[in-house]
């Protein structure tokens, strides 16, 4: 059984650093896709970033330039390295696996998985920045 254990989370001052972690057990696919997403009360969850299993990474407006996606394939880990950190990033952070690409492709468009797109996700971990 597949199983995301997110860790790292807590509380910083405005332009602190957090570094997450997602420890991933019972995936034995060569190819995914994996996501940081958050959540603020009463939203959805929006992408941060992802990263496939070819080592590409995309990452959203919000937070590009501040955050840096990665993995240690030998520990089963994703982290992202979230940096100059603002209340405004106060939320619920999530990590999320699936198989296949993190692009999805029709009609001669693509876009990065959204939300909907994963269907394994972890518990969660609350990052909260005050000023």
């Known amino acids: 059984q597949l199983h995301l254990v997110e860790s790292g989370g807590g509380s910083v001052q405005s332009g602190g650093s957090l570094r997450l972690s997602c420890v991933v057990s019972?995936?034995?696919?060569?190819?995914?896709?994996m996501g940081w997403f958050r959540q603020f009360p009463g939203k959805g969850r929006e992408r941060v970033a992802d990263?496939?299993?070819?080592?590409?990474?995309s990452y959203a407006d919000s937070m590009a330039g501040r955050v840096t996606i990665s993995r240690d394939n030998a520990k089963s880990t994703l982290y992202l390295q979230m940096n100059s950190l603002k209340p405004e990033d106060t939320a619920m952070y999530y990590c999320?696996?699936?198989?296949?690409?993190?692009?999805?492709?029709?009609?001669?468009?693509?876009?990065?998985?959204?939300?909907?797109?994963?269907?394994?996700w972890g518990q969660g971990t609350q990052v909260t920045v005050s000023s």
């Open positions: 999320a696996l699936d198989g296949g690409s993190c692009w999805i492709r029709f009609g001669g468009h693509e876009r990065r998985r959204g939300s909907h797109e994963y269907n394994w």
């Open positions: 019972g995936y034995t696919y060569s190819n995914y896709c």
């Open positions: 990263i496939g299993s070819d080592g590409s990474t």
